[in-house]
Protein backbone atom coordinates (compact mmCIF):
# COMPACT_ATOMS: atom_id res chain seq x y z
CA UNK A 1 0.00 0.00 0.00
CA UNK A 2 2.89 2.63 1.13
CA UNK A 3 4.43 2.02 -2.15
CA UNK A 4 1.24 2.21 -4.36
CA UNK A 5 0.88 5.66 -2.58
CA UNK A 6 4.37 6.15 -3.56
CA UNK A 7 4.52 5.68 -6.92
CA UNK A 8 0.95 7.37 -7.14
CA UNK A 9 2.33 10.74 -5.70
CA UNK A 10 5.83 10.33 -8.14
CA UNK A 11 3.25 9.33 -11.11
CA UNK A 12 1.23 12.85 -10.69
CA UNK A 13 4.25 14.89 -10.70
CA UNK A 14 5.42 13.40 -13.41
CA UNK A 15 2.58 13.72 -15.63
CA UNK A 16 1.79 17.33 -14.32
CA UNK A 17 5.18 18.13 -15.77
CA UNK A 18 4.84 16.72 -19.22
CA UNK A 19 1.54 18.19 -19.24
CA UNK A 20 3.33 21.82 -18.71
CA UNK A 21 6.21 20.87 -20.97
CA UNK A 22 4.08 20.19 -24.18
CA UNK A 23 1.63 23.40 -23.10
CA UNK A 24 4.88 24.98 -23.22
CA UNK A 25 5.66 23.92 -26.50
CA UNK A 26 2.64 24.24 -28.16
CA UNK A 27 2.00 27.77 -27.00
CA UNK A 28 5.08 28.92 -28.46
CA UNK A 29 4.08 27.54 -32.02
CA UNK A 30 3.34 29.30 -34.87
CA UNK A 31 -0.46 30.31 -35.49
CA UNK A 32 -2.42 27.79 -36.99
CA UNK A 33 -2.61 27.30 -40.23
CA UNK A 34 -4.84 28.82 -42.97
CA UNK A 35 -8.75 27.63 -42.93
CA UNK A 36 -8.99 28.47 -46.65
CA UNK A 37 -6.27 27.76 -49.58
CA UNK A 38 -8.51 26.94 -52.30
CA UNK A 39 -6.88 28.64 -55.18
CA UNK A 40 -3.83 26.47 -56.48
CA UNK A 41 -2.92 29.72 -58.67
CA UNK A 42 -3.10 32.96 -57.90
CA UNK A 43 -1.48 35.88 -55.74
CA UNK A 44 -0.38 34.99 -52.32
CA UNK A 45 -1.72 37.14 -49.41
CA UNK A 46 0.81 37.37 -46.06
CA UNK A 47 -1.20 39.19 -43.00
CA UNK A 48 0.89 39.14 -39.85
CA UNK A 49 0.69 41.18 -36.52
CA UNK A 50 0.81 40.72 -32.64
CA UNK A 51 -2.72 41.55 -30.95
CA UNK A 52 -2.31 43.39 -27.55
CA UNK A 53 -4.37 44.46 -24.74
CA UNK A 54 -4.20 47.62 -23.27
CA UNK A 55 -1.54 47.53 -20.87
CA UNK A 56 0.69 46.29 -24.14
CA UNK A 57 0.73 42.48 -23.11
CA UNK A 58 0.20 40.03 -25.90
CA UNK A 59 -3.07 37.86 -26.14
CA UNK A 60 -3.10 34.42 -26.93
CA UNK A 61 -5.92 32.18 -28.10
CA UNK A 62 -7.42 35.19 -29.98
CA UNK A 63 -9.87 34.38 -33.07
CA UNK A 64 -8.50 36.43 -36.00
CA UNK A 65 -10.82 35.69 -39.04
CA UNK A 66 -9.68 37.98 -42.11
CA UNK A 67 -11.98 39.14 -44.68
CA UNK A 68 -11.78 40.00 -48.44
CA UNK A 69 -14.23 42.18 -49.76
CA UNK A 70 -16.71 41.06 -46.75
CA UNK A 71 -16.14 37.66 -48.03
CA UNK A 72 -14.05 35.09 -45.26
CA UNK A 73 -10.64 34.28 -46.59
CA UNK A 74 -8.66 32.82 -43.09
CA UNK A 75 -9.20 32.03 -39.51
CA UNK A 76 -6.27 31.87 -37.54
CA UNK A 77 -5.67 31.91 -33.65
CA UNK A 78 -2.83 33.94 -31.73
CA UNK A 79 -0.02 31.81 -29.94
CA UNK A 80 1.11 32.54 -26.49
CA UNK A 81 2.90 35.33 -27.37
CA UNK A 82 -0.01 37.53 -29.52
CA UNK A 83 1.23 36.38 -33.03
CA UNK A 84 -0.75 35.27 -35.62
CA UNK A 85 0.15 34.84 -39.13
CA UNK A 86 -2.15 34.67 -42.02
CA UNK A 87 -1.34 33.36 -45.53
CA UNK A 88 -3.63 32.60 -48.37
CA UNK A 89 -4.07 32.85 -51.85
CA UNK A 90 -6.56 35.61 -54.15
CA UNK A 91 -7.36 35.38 -57.71
CA UNK A 92 -4.34 37.10 -59.10
CA UNK A 93 -4.33 41.39 -60.24
CA UNK A 94 -7.79 41.14 -57.53
CA UNK A 95 -5.54 42.82 -54.48
CA UNK A 96 -5.36 46.55 -55.54
CA UNK A 97 -9.24 47.01 -55.52
CA UNK A 98 -9.59 44.67 -52.53
CA UNK A 99 -10.66 45.44 -49.39
CA UNK A 100 -9.24 43.52 -46.23
CA UNK A 101 -10.71 43.53 -43.02
CA UNK A 102 -8.43 41.73 -39.79
CA UNK A 103 -11.28 41.10 -36.60
CA UNK A 104 -9.80 40.01 -33.32
CA UNK A 105 -12.34 38.22 -30.83
CA UNK A 106 -11.74 37.37 -27.55
CA UNK A 107 -14.00 36.41 -24.24
CA UNK A 108 -13.51 39.46 -21.64
CA UNK A 109 -12.35 41.59 -24.68
CA UNK A 110 -14.24 44.12 -27.13
CA UNK A 111 -13.85 43.13 -30.82
CA UNK A 112 -11.95 45.05 -33.00
CA UNK A 113 -11.29 45.23 -37.21
CA UNK A 114 -8.52 47.21 -38.95
CA UNK A 115 -9.60 47.92 -42.34
CA UNK A 116 -7.18 48.41 -44.88
CA UNK A 117 -6.72 48.78 -49.00
CA UNK A 118 -4.67 46.28 -50.91
CA UNK A 119 -2.79 49.67 -52.25
CA UNK A 120 -1.36 49.44 -48.56
CA UNK A 121 0.31 45.91 -49.27
CA UNK A 122 4.64 45.60 -49.77
CA UNK A 123 4.82 43.62 -53.32
CA UNK A 124 7.41 41.07 -54.20
CA UNK A 125 6.61 39.10 -56.90
CA UNK A 126 3.31 37.30 -56.66
CA UNK A 127 3.42 37.67 -52.63
CA UNK A 128 1.80 41.22 -50.88
CA UNK A 129 2.60 41.66 -47.63
CA UNK A 130 0.95 44.08 -44.82
CA UNK A 131 1.65 44.14 -40.63
CA UNK A 132 -1.09 44.92 -38.97
CA UNK A 133 -1.21 45.16 -34.53
CA UNK A 134 -4.32 45.19 -32.86
CA UNK A 135 -5.04 46.66 -29.46
CA UNK A 136 -8.22 45.12 -27.68
CA UNK A 137 -9.80 46.74 -24.72
CA UNK A 138 -10.91 44.54 -22.10
CA UNK A 139 -14.79 44.14 -21.32
CA UNK A 140 -15.71 43.16 -17.72
CA UNK A 141 -18.58 40.36 -19.10
CA UNK A 142 -19.67 36.80 -17.61
CA UNK A 143 -16.63 35.15 -18.05
CA UNK A 144 -14.85 38.04 -15.50
CA UNK A 145 -17.82 38.20 -12.34
CA UNK A 146 -17.97 34.43 -12.77
CA UNK A 147 -14.26 33.68 -11.88
CA UNK A 148 -14.39 36.61 -10.18
CA UNK A 149 -16.52 35.31 -7.92
CA UNK A 150 -15.35 31.79 -7.99
CA UNK A 151 -11.78 33.35 -6.41
CA UNK A 152 -13.46 35.37 -3.91
CA UNK A 153 -14.93 32.94 -2.49
CA UNK A 154 -11.85 30.08 -2.66
CA UNK A 155 -9.69 33.47 -1.41
CA UNK A 156 -12.34 33.22 2.05
CA UNK A 157 -12.66 29.68 2.12
CA UNK A 158 -8.08 29.82 2.41
CA UNK A 159 -8.17 32.88 4.90
CA UNK A 160 -10.42 31.79 7.11
CA UNK A 161 -9.10 28.02 7.23
CA UNK A 162 -13.19 27.54 6.36
CA UNK A 163 -12.13 24.92 3.87
CA UNK A 164 -7.91 23.00 3.70
CA UNK A 165 -6.34 25.58 1.35
CA UNK A 166 -5.32 23.15 -0.97
CA UNK A 167 -9.52 21.59 -1.18
CA UNK A 168 -10.73 24.92 -1.81
CA UNK A 169 -7.89 25.96 -4.51
CA UNK A 170 -8.61 22.63 -6.30
CA UNK A 171 -12.53 22.95 -5.78
CA UNK A 172 -12.04 26.88 -7.58
CA UNK A 173 -9.85 26.04 -10.57
CA UNK A 174 -11.97 22.55 -10.97
CA UNK A 175 -15.42 24.81 -10.93
CA UNK A 176 -13.82 27.12 -13.79
CA UNK A 177 -12.30 24.95 -15.87
CA UNK A 178 -16.13 22.82 -15.80
CA UNK A 179 -17.99 26.36 -16.60
CA UNK A 180 -15.88 27.51 -19.46
CA UNK A 181 -15.84 23.77 -21.05
CA UNK A 182 -19.66 23.26 -20.21
CA UNK A 183 -21.60 26.97 -20.49
CA UNK A 184 -18.92 28.33 -22.08
CA UNK A 185 -19.40 25.94 -24.86
CA UNK A 186 -22.58 26.62 -25.48
CA UNK A 187 -22.13 30.66 -25.05
CA UNK A 188 -18.41 32.25 -25.40
CA UNK A 189 -19.36 35.07 -23.37
CA UNK A 190 -18.68 32.16 -20.45
CA UNK A 191 -15.51 30.88 -21.33
CA UNK A 192 -13.06 31.80 -18.72
CA UNK A 193 -10.38 30.00 -20.18
CA UNK A 194 -8.45 27.11 -21.59
CA UNK A 195 -7.42 23.81 -20.30
CA UNK A 196 -3.90 24.82 -22.59
CA UNK A 197 -4.02 28.03 -20.54
CA UNK A 198 -4.78 26.52 -17.60
CA UNK A 199 -1.55 24.43 -17.88
CA UNK A 200 0.72 26.83 -19.01
CA UNK A 201 -0.41 29.08 -15.53
CA UNK A 202 1.39 26.28 -13.67
CA UNK A 203 4.56 27.66 -12.71
CA UNK A 204 7.00 24.22 -12.38
CA UNK A 205 10.07 26.08 -11.52
CA UNK A 206 8.02 27.08 -8.23
CA UNK A 207 6.91 23.59 -8.04
CA UNK A 208 9.88 21.65 -8.77
CA UNK A 209 11.62 24.18 -5.99
CA UNK A 210 9.63 23.53 -3.45
CA UNK A 211 10.03 19.75 -4.16
CA UNK A 212 13.95 20.01 -4.16
CA UNK A 213 14.29 21.76 -0.87
CA UNK A 214 11.79 19.43 1.05
CA UNK A 215 14.08 16.66 -0.09
CA UNK A 216 17.31 17.84 1.38
CA UNK A 217 15.45 18.75 4.26
CA UNK A 218 14.19 15.50 4.50
CA UNK A 219 17.20 13.38 4.48
CA UNK A 220 19.34 16.24 6.73
CA UNK A 221 16.60 16.34 9.82
CA UNK A 222 17.73 12.06 9.83
CA UNK A 223 20.75 13.60 11.03
CA UNK A 224 20.04 15.41 14.36
CA UNK A 225 21.70 18.43 12.87
CA UNK A 226 19.12 20.71 14.05
CA UNK A 227 18.69 20.13 17.66
CA UNK A 228 22.38 19.76 17.74
CA UNK A 229 22.78 23.13 16.85
CA UNK A 230 20.09 24.30 19.85
CA UNK A 231 22.41 22.50 21.98
CA UNK A 232 25.48 24.42 21.17
CA UNK A 233 23.44 27.81 21.25
CA UNK A 234 22.69 26.72 25.00
CA UNK A 235 26.29 26.11 25.48
CA UNK A 236 27.23 28.99 24.07
CA UNK A 237 24.79 31.10 25.84
CA UNK A 238 26.34 29.70 29.52
CA UNK A 239 23.02 30.37 30.94
CA UNK A 240 22.62 33.72 30.32
CA UNK A 241 18.52 33.46 29.22
CA UNK A 242 18.54 36.68 26.46
CA UNK A 243 21.95 36.13 24.84
CA UNK A 244 20.42 32.26 24.44
CA UNK A 245 17.55 33.66 22.29
CA UNK A 246 19.61 35.99 20.46
CA UNK A 247 21.87 33.29 19.22
CA UNK A 248 18.59 30.90 18.79
CA UNK A 249 17.22 33.43 16.78
CA UNK A 250 20.25 33.97 14.64
CA UNK A 251 20.62 30.50 13.96
CA UNK A 252 16.97 30.39 12.90
CA UNK A 253 16.60 33.19 10.69
CA UNK A 254 20.04 31.79 8.90
CA UNK A 255 18.48 28.76 8.70
CA UNK A 256 15.40 30.02 6.83
CA UNK A 257 17.27 31.54 4.49
CA UNK A 258 18.62 28.70 3.01
CA UNK A 259 15.99 26.11 4.15
CA UNK A 260 12.33 25.88 4.74
CA UNK A 261 11.80 27.52 7.75
CA UNK A 262 8.23 25.78 8.56
CA UNK A 263 10.42 22.69 8.76
CA UNK A 264 13.27 24.72 10.95
CA UNK A 265 10.70 25.75 13.40
CA UNK A 266 9.31 22.35 13.56
CA UNK A 267 12.43 20.62 14.56
CA UNK A 268 13.85 23.64 16.96
CA UNK A 269 10.42 24.01 18.95
CA UNK A 270 10.93 21.04 20.82
CA UNK A 271 14.30 21.49 22.34
CA UNK A 272 13.24 25.05 22.37
CA UNK A 273 10.60 24.24 25.24
CA UNK A 274 13.11 21.57 26.67
CA UNK A 275 15.43 24.39 27.54
CA UNK A 276 12.55 27.40 28.58
CA UNK A 277 11.25 24.25 31.06
CA UNK A 278 15.06 23.87 32.64
CA UNK A 279 15.39 27.70 32.56
CA UNK A 280 11.53 28.52 34.03
CA UNK A 281 10.78 30.29 31.01
CA UNK A 282 7.40 30.33 29.42
CA UNK A 283 8.78 28.60 26.40
CA UNK A 284 6.03 31.32 24.49
CA UNK A 285 8.54 34.03 25.42
CA UNK A 286 11.13 32.02 23.13
CA UNK A 287 9.35 30.67 20.52
CA UNK A 288 7.44 33.83 19.04
CA UNK A 289 11.16 35.66 18.41
CA UNK A 290 12.42 32.54 16.75
CA UNK A 291 9.36 32.44 14.76
CA UNK A 292 9.60 35.93 13.95
CA UNK A 293 13.37 35.52 13.28
CA UNK A 294 12.22 32.68 10.86
CA UNK A 295 10.23 34.80 8.73
CA UNK A 296 12.86 37.75 8.80
CA UNK A 297 15.03 35.65 8.16
CA UNK A 298 13.56 33.43 4.92
CA UNK A 299 13.23 36.90 3.00
CA UNK A 300 16.94 37.56 2.61
CA UNK A 301 17.11 35.13 -0.15
CA UNK A 302 15.18 33.95 -3.46
CA UNK A 303 14.66 30.45 -1.66
CA UNK A 304 13.28 31.48 1.97
CA UNK A 305 9.84 31.74 1.73
CA UNK A 306 7.54 30.75 -0.51
CA UNK A 307 6.45 34.47 -1.87
CA UNK A 308 10.09 35.24 -2.78
CA UNK A 309 10.25 32.03 -4.76
CA UNK A 310 7.27 32.73 -6.71
CA UNK A 311 8.66 36.33 -7.25
CA UNK A 312 11.63 35.68 -8.12
CA UNK A 313 10.87 32.76 -11.08
CA UNK A 314 8.27 35.24 -12.52
CA UNK A 315 10.21 38.48 -12.50
CA UNK A 316 13.16 36.45 -13.73
CA UNK A 317 15.22 37.60 -10.32
CA UNK A 318 18.08 35.87 -9.41
CA UNK A 319 19.71 34.41 -6.08
CA UNK A 320 21.78 37.11 -5.92
CA UNK A 321 19.61 39.86 -7.09
CA UNK A 322 17.66 39.01 -3.57
CA UNK A 323 20.47 38.92 -1.81
CA UNK A 324 22.18 42.02 -2.85
CA UNK A 325 18.62 43.76 -2.11
CA UNK A 326 17.30 42.56 0.52
CA UNK A 327 20.03 40.65 2.63
CA UNK A 328 21.09 43.81 4.36
CA UNK A 329 17.83 44.99 4.85
CA UNK A 330 17.01 42.37 6.95
CA UNK A 331 19.90 41.74 9.27
CA UNK A 332 18.41 45.45 9.98
CA UNK A 333 15.56 44.15 10.90
CA UNK A 334 17.02 41.54 12.95
CA UNK A 335 18.95 43.94 15.03
CA UNK A 336 15.06 45.96 15.75
CA UNK A 337 14.00 42.75 16.38
CA UNK A 338 16.92 41.72 18.94
CA UNK A 339 15.95 45.75 20.39
CA UNK A 340 11.93 44.78 20.45
CA UNK A 341 12.80 41.17 22.42
CA UNK A 342 14.25 42.75 24.86
CA UNK A 343 12.15 45.62 25.83
CA UNK A 344 8.71 43.34 25.82
CA UNK A 345 10.54 40.24 27.26
CA UNK A 346 13.20 41.72 28.76
CA UNK A 347 12.40 41.36 32.30
CA UNK A 348 10.96 38.07 32.01
CA UNK A 349 14.52 36.84 30.39
CA UNK A 350 16.40 38.54 33.89
CA UNK A 351 13.65 36.28 35.85
CA UNK A 352 14.60 33.16 34.47
CA UNK A 353 18.22 33.54 34.17
CA UNK A 354 18.45 34.43 38.34
CA UNK A 355 16.54 31.18 38.49
CA UNK A 356 19.06 29.11 36.63
CA UNK A 357 21.49 27.14 39.05
CA UNK A 358 23.30 24.54 37.17
CA UNK A 359 23.86 25.01 33.78
CA UNK A 360 27.20 22.88 33.14
CA UNK A 361 24.42 20.10 34.42
CA UNK A 362 22.16 20.74 31.98
CA UNK A 363 24.62 21.31 29.61
CA UNK A 364 25.76 17.77 29.74
CA UNK A 365 22.36 16.25 29.28
CA UNK A 366 21.60 18.29 26.42
CA UNK A 367 25.14 17.06 24.73
CA UNK A 368 23.78 13.58 25.64
CA UNK A 369 20.10 14.12 24.24
CA UNK A 370 20.72 15.62 20.97
CA UNK A 371 23.87 14.04 19.43
CA UNK A 372 24.80 13.68 15.48
CA UNK A 373 23.53 10.72 15.31
CA UNK A 374 24.27 10.00 11.52
CA UNK A 375 28.01 12.06 11.12
CA UNK A 376 28.61 10.47 7.65
CA UNK A 377 25.30 10.94 6.07
CA UNK A 378 25.61 14.52 7.61
CA UNK A 379 28.99 14.99 5.88
CA UNK A 380 27.42 14.13 2.49
CA UNK A 381 24.43 16.17 3.20
CA UNK A 382 26.87 19.17 3.68
CA UNK A 383 28.95 18.80 0.73
CA UNK A 384 25.97 18.12 -1.59
CA UNK A 385 23.86 21.16 0.06
CA UNK A 386 27.00 23.48 -0.42
CA UNK A 387 26.86 21.99 -4.09
CA UNK A 388 23.66 23.36 -4.45
CA UNK A 389 24.04 26.70 -3.00
CA UNK A 390 26.58 27.22 -5.44
CA UNK A 391 24.44 26.55 -8.25
CA UNK A 392 21.95 28.84 -6.20
CA UNK A 393 24.29 31.49 -6.17
CA UNK A 394 25.92 31.02 -9.45
CA UNK A 395 22.22 30.03 -10.85
CA UNK A 396 22.18 33.93 -13.14
CA UNK A 397 25.65 32.85 -14.75
CA UNK A 398 24.69 29.72 -16.01
CA UNK A 399 21.04 30.46 -17.34
CA UNK A 400 20.35 27.76 -15.11
CA UNK A 401 16.53 28.01 -13.22
CA UNK A 402 16.94 27.78 -9.48
CA UNK A 403 14.75 24.65 -9.42
CA UNK A 404 17.18 22.70 -11.65
CA UNK A 405 19.99 23.44 -9.03
CA UNK A 406 17.38 22.34 -6.04
CA UNK A 407 16.95 19.32 -7.79
CA UNK A 408 20.13 18.47 -8.49
CA UNK A 409 21.05 18.53 -4.90
CA UNK A 410 18.12 16.53 -4.23
CA UNK A 411 18.42 13.87 -6.51
CA UNK A 412 21.65 13.41 -5.15
CA UNK A 413 21.57 13.18 -1.61
CA UNK A 414 18.56 11.46 -1.95
CA UNK A 415 20.73 8.53 -3.90
CA UNK A 416 23.16 8.63 -1.34
CA UNK A 417 20.92 8.26 1.30
CA UNK A 418 19.30 5.45 -0.49
CA UNK A 419 22.43 3.95 -1.84
CA UNK A 420 23.84 3.80 1.85
CA UNK A 421 20.91 2.77 3.07
CA UNK A 422 20.56 5.45 5.44
CA UNK A 423 17.48 6.74 4.27
CA UNK A 424 13.88 5.18 4.09
CA UNK A 425 12.93 6.24 0.08
CA UNK A 426 9.33 5.48 1.07
CA UNK A 427 9.02 6.60 4.02
CA UNK A 428 10.78 10.17 2.68
CA UNK A 429 8.40 10.31 -0.23
CA UNK A 430 5.20 9.75 1.53
CA UNK A 431 5.89 11.98 4.73
CA UNK A 432 9.00 14.86 3.67
CA UNK A 433 7.70 15.96 0.71
CA UNK A 434 4.47 17.95 1.48
CA UNK A 435 2.15 16.91 -1.68
CA UNK A 436 -0.75 18.63 -0.28
CA UNK A 437 1.20 22.02 -0.12
CA UNK A 438 2.34 21.45 -3.79
CA UNK A 439 -0.68 20.54 -5.35
CA UNK A 440 -1.77 23.55 -3.49
CA UNK A 441 -0.05 25.80 -5.47
CA UNK A 442 -0.60 23.95 -8.85
CA UNK A 443 -4.17 24.97 -8.32
CA UNK A 444 -3.93 28.52 -6.96
CA UNK A 445 -1.98 28.79 -9.85
CA UNK A 446 -4.51 27.76 -12.70
CA UNK A 447 -6.91 29.98 -10.10
CA UNK A 448 -4.72 33.08 -10.57
CA UNK A 449 -4.22 32.17 -14.25
CA UNK A 450 -8.10 32.24 -14.46
CA UNK A 451 -8.90 35.55 -13.02
CA UNK A 452 -5.73 37.28 -14.77
CA UNK A 453 -6.96 35.33 -18.36
CA UNK A 454 -10.69 37.03 -17.30
CA UNK A 455 -9.25 40.37 -16.45
CA UNK A 456 -9.72 41.33 -12.77
CA UNK A 457 -5.77 41.42 -12.01
CA UNK A 458 -6.08 44.13 -15.01
CA UNK A 459 -8.52 46.41 -12.96
CA UNK A 460 -6.66 46.15 -9.75
CA UNK A 461 -3.93 46.82 -11.37
CA UNK A 462 -5.07 49.92 -13.45
CA UNK A 463 -6.69 51.49 -9.95
CA UNK A 464 -3.63 51.04 -8.42
CA UNK A 465 -2.04 53.26 -11.01
CA UNK A 466 -4.91 55.65 -11.09
CA UNK A 467 -4.61 55.71 -7.25
CA UNK A 468 -0.89 56.64 -7.10
CA UNK A 469 -1.13 58.80 -9.92
CA UNK A 470 2.17 56.77 -11.50
CA UNK A 471 4.37 58.02 -8.81
CA UNK A 472 7.30 55.54 -7.76
CA UNK A 473 6.36 57.10 -3.79
CA UNK A 474 2.85 56.35 -4.08
CA UNK A 475 2.64 52.89 -5.61
CA UNK A 476 5.31 51.46 -3.67
CA UNK A 477 3.93 52.39 -0.63
CA UNK A 478 0.78 51.08 -1.34
CA UNK A 479 2.25 47.94 -2.45
CA UNK A 480 3.94 47.50 0.83
CA UNK A 481 1.46 48.62 3.36
CA UNK A 482 -1.03 46.68 1.51
CA UNK A 483 1.10 43.15 0.94
CA UNK A 484 2.19 43.50 4.76
CA UNK A 485 -1.73 44.29 5.70
CA UNK A 486 -2.91 41.64 3.98
CA UNK A 487 -0.87 38.77 4.89
CA UNK A 488 -1.29 39.57 8.25
CA UNK A 489 -4.25 37.87 8.08
CA UNK A 490 -4.49 35.66 4.92
CA UNK A 491 -2.05 33.22 3.35
CA UNK A 492 0.67 35.68 1.95
CA UNK A 493 0.96 32.42 -0.96
CA UNK A 494 -2.20 33.04 -2.91
CA UNK A 495 -2.07 37.26 -2.03
CA UNK A 496 1.93 37.05 -3.53
CA UNK A 497 0.46 34.99 -6.55
CA UNK A 498 -2.23 37.80 -7.48
CA UNK A 499 -0.11 40.42 -7.41
CA UNK A 500 2.51 39.57 -9.44
CA UNK A 501 1.11 40.33 -12.61
CA UNK A 502 0.05 43.23 -11.25
CA UNK A 503 3.42 44.72 -9.97
CA UNK A 504 4.73 43.24 -13.35
CA UNK A 505 2.75 45.91 -15.43
CA UNK A 506 3.57 48.94 -12.67
CA UNK A 507 7.22 48.07 -13.12
CA UNK A 508 7.03 48.64 -16.69
CA UNK A 509 4.84 51.85 -16.38
CA UNK A 510 5.69 53.72 -13.66
CA UNK A 511 9.19 55.63 -14.59
CA UNK A 512 12.11 55.27 -12.07
CA UNK A 513 10.64 51.60 -10.40
CA UNK A 514 13.09 49.42 -11.90
CA UNK A 515 12.88 46.19 -9.71
CA UNK A 516 11.80 48.50 -6.71
CA UNK A 517 8.13 47.22 -6.79
CA UNK A 518 8.92 43.50 -6.59
CA UNK A 519 11.06 44.05 -3.60
CA UNK A 520 8.39 45.98 -2.10
CA UNK A 521 5.90 42.97 -2.46
CA UNK A 522 8.58 40.73 -0.87
CA UNK A 523 9.20 42.62 2.02
CA UNK A 524 5.35 42.90 2.71
CA UNK A 525 3.97 39.36 1.79
CA UNK A 526 7.22 38.40 4.46
CA UNK A 527 7.60 40.56 6.93
CA UNK A 528 3.64 41.07 7.43
CA UNK A 529 3.52 37.18 8.11
CA UNK A 530 4.70 38.20 11.49
CA UNK A 531 1.23 39.73 12.17
CA UNK A 532 -1.02 37.56 13.42
CA UNK A 533 -0.31 33.49 14.61
CA UNK A 534 -1.76 33.10 10.88
CA UNK A 535 -0.05 35.03 8.89
CA UNK A 536 2.43 32.31 7.73
CA UNK A 537 2.76 28.50 8.11
CA UNK A 538 5.65 28.74 10.34
CA UNK A 539 3.27 30.42 13.13
CA UNK A 540 0.76 28.50 12.96
CA UNK A 541 3.20 25.37 12.55
CA UNK A 542 4.88 26.47 16.44
CA UNK A 543 2.46 27.59 17.89
CA UNK A 544 0.88 24.30 17.35
CA UNK A 545 3.01 22.44 19.02
CA UNK A 546 3.60 24.86 21.51
CA UNK A 547 -0.14 23.99 22.22
CA UNK A 548 0.15 20.32 22.29
CA UNK A 549 3.29 20.66 24.71
CA UNK A 550 0.25 22.51 27.58
CA UNK A 551 1.48 26.50 26.20
CA UNK A 552 -1.01 27.76 24.13
CA UNK A 553 -1.60 31.37 23.02
CA UNK A 554 -4.96 33.05 21.93
CA UNK A 555 -4.92 34.86 18.32
CA UNK A 556 -5.27 38.50 20.31
CA UNK A 557 -2.27 37.19 22.43
CA UNK A 558 0.54 36.89 19.39
CA UNK A 559 -1.02 39.73 17.49
CA UNK A 560 -0.44 41.80 20.89
CA UNK A 561 3.26 41.18 20.89
CA UNK A 562 3.58 40.68 17.46
CA UNK A 563 2.03 42.61 15.56
CA UNK A 564 3.67 45.89 16.13
CA UNK A 565 7.04 44.21 15.69
CA UNK A 566 5.56 43.98 12.38
CA UNK A 567 4.84 47.36 11.77
CA UNK A 568 8.35 48.53 12.92
CA UNK A 569 9.74 46.25 10.65
CA UNK A 570 7.38 47.74 7.73
CA UNK A 571 8.27 51.03 8.80
CA UNK A 572 11.85 50.84 8.34
CA UNK A 573 11.36 48.53 4.74
CA UNK A 574 10.02 51.86 3.80
CA UNK A 575 12.24 54.02 4.85
CA UNK A 576 15.15 51.58 2.96
CA UNK A 577 13.03 51.99 -0.40
CA UNK A 578 12.66 55.07 -0.23
CA UNK A 579 16.48 56.25 1.06
CA UNK A 580 18.44 53.51 -1.34
CA UNK A 581 16.05 51.70 -3.75
CA UNK A 582 17.92 49.18 -4.49
CA UNK A 583 16.95 47.79 -8.21
Not at 194 to 221: P, T
Amino acid sequence: MRTQKSLMAVTVMVVLAFAATFAFAGGHGAAHKPKHDELKEGDTVNIAGIIYDTHKEPIGECHVTIYENGKEVDYVHTAHNGKYVSRFKVERGSIPDATFVVEAKKTSFKTEKVTFKGSDFAQKGDHFYITEDITLPRVQGAAFWISTLVFIIAYVLIAFELLHRTIAALLGAAIMMCISYTIGTINPEWRIFSFERAIASIDMNVIFLLMGMMIIVGVLKNTGVFQWCAYISYKMAKGRVFLLTVILMIFTAVSSAFLDNVTTMLLLTGVAIEICISVNLNPLYLLIPLVLASNVGGTATLIGDPPNIMIGSYAGLTFMDFVVALALICVVAMVAMFIYTRLVWGKDYRKAQASVTNVDKFTAELKEKYKIYDPTLLTYGLIILGFAIFLFLSHGYWHMEVSVAALTGASILFTVGVVTKKVDMLHLIEKDIEWPTLMFFIFLFVLVGAVEEAGLLAVIADWILDVSGGSYLLSMTLILWVAAIMSAFVDNIPFTATMLPIVAYLSKVIPGSENTLWWALALGACFGGNGTIIGASANVVTMGIAESKGYKISFGGFMKTAFPYMIISILICQVWLMVFKPS
